[in-house]
T-cell receptor, first 114, second 113 residues
Framework: KAGVTQTPRYLIKTRGQQVTLSCSPISGHRSVSWYQQTPGQGLQFLFEYFSETQRNKGNFPGRFSGRQFSNSRSEMNVSTLELGDSALYLC?????????????FGPGTRLTVL | DAKTTQPPSMDCAEGRAANLPCNHSTISGNEYVYWYRQIHSQGPQYIIHGLKNNETNEMASLIITEDRKSSTLILPHATLRDTAVYYCIVRESHSGGYQKVTFGIGTKLQVIP
């Protein structure tokens, strides 16, 4: 079974631009979560989607948004990019909701904002 | 959210057991303890999880104290490939079954030959 895939793997943008990242979960998984990882802050939860609905949101500004499609694929969008948005963005999928569901992470998209 | 506290770094000799502690003193009854590790430039990898009983799988053992305020991940025979950042996290289930995850900074484990 194929793992979680994320595209693109690397991205370079300039301040003020917007960016869209894509995540394809493991086949059959319906929950997708997004994380931001920076050296200073570690892994921080962005949001979680299940059945096309955002179920939980972390403490990030409204410039960070996402959505999930009927096939469970998810996209994350960051508008008006800032230098501090440079990070590794990780997507994780799980079968369903609830703490008994194991999360599987993708390789991440490394975003550099210049 | 229950928060976790881990030492920022640890060393372990190759072939010896690596014991990685985690404090989660504000954990509530319906929260699970999960451990992941992240090898440089890869996504986090699931290791093990538990609620209140000790757990063991092919990768590691998880020891949870009786009051559930702390836990220890044990890698019984550490190898160089176990060098990674280890994350202890607490996952909760809100009403309706929604899950929310809080990650800490993790412990950087260096296995020394």
């Amino acid at each position: 079974k194929a793992g979680v895939t994320q595209t693109p793997r690397y991205l370079i943008k300039t301040r003020g631009q917007q960016v869209t990242l894509s995540c394809s979960p493991i086949s059959g998984h319906r929950s997708v979560s997004w994380y931001q990882q920076t050296p200073g802050q570690g892994l921080q939860f962005l949001f979680e989607y299940f059945s096309e609905t955002q179920r939980n949101k972390g403490n990030f500004p409204g410039r960070f948004s996402g959505r999930q499609f009927s096939n469970s694929r998810s996209e994350m969008n960051v508008s008006t990019l800032e230098l501090g948005d440079s990070a590794l963005y990780l997507c994780a999928s799980s079968l369903g909701q609830g703490a008994y569901n194991e999360q599987f992470f993708g390789p991440g998209t490394r975003l550099t904002v210049l | 959210d229950a928060k976790t506290t881990q030492p920022p770094s640890m060393d372990c000799a190759e072939g010896r057991a690596a014991n990685l502690p985690c404090n989660h003193s504000t954990i509530s009854g319906n929260e699970y303890v999960y451990w992941y590790r992240q090898i440089h430039s890869q996504g986090p990898q699931y290791i093990i999880h538990g609620l209140k009983n000790n757990e063991t799988n092919e990768m590691a053992s998880l020891i949870i104290t009786e009051d559930r305020k702390s836990s220890t991940l044990i890698l019984p025979h550490a190898t160089l490939r176990d060098t990674a950042v280890y994350y202890c996290i607490v996952r909760e289930s809100h009403s309706g079954g929604y899950q929310k995850v809080t990650f800490g900074i993790g412990t950087k484990l260096q296995v020394i030959p």
